[in-house]
């Protein structure tokens, strides 16, 4: 059973910083992808980050100069810093783990509010 665990959502101001952690646990494989993917209302889920266990990261390009992802595979931790924050930015925001060994199950967290303010 893997968990995933957010933290680190809450409201900011435009031009604000917020950092988000993503605790995994359970039967994690070495080889995975990690990332953080946000839904605003009324929108679909949409990407916003992904790393690999080797470090190998991709950006959407709405974020691309502002946000950075990072993780720590020593405590199976993913982080995401968000920089120059904008309303547009405001979304609930989920972590998700992908095993990269069959069946290739994909984790998904429970989700964490990011709000913006103008």
């Known amino acids: 059973q893997v968990q995933l665990v957010e933290s680190g959502g809450g409201l900011v101001q435009a031009g604000g910083s917020l950092r988000l952690s993503c605790a995994a646990s359970g039967s994690i494989f070495s080889t995975n992808v990690m990332g953080w993917y946000r839904q605003a209302p009324g929108k679909q889920r949409e990407l916003v980050a992904t790393i690999t266990s080797g470090g190998t990261t991709n950006y959407a390009d709405s974020v691309k100069g502002r946000f950075t992802i990072s993780r720590d595979n020593a405590k199976n931790t993913v982080y995401l810093q968000m920089n120059s924050l904008k309303p547009e930015d405001t979304a609930v925001y989920y972590c998700?783990?992908?095993?990269?060994?069959?069946?290739?199950?994909?984790?998904w967290g429970q989700g964490t509010q990011v709000t913006v303010s103008s």
């Open positions: 998700q783990l992908r095993i990269l060994y069959y069946p290739a199950p994909i984790y």
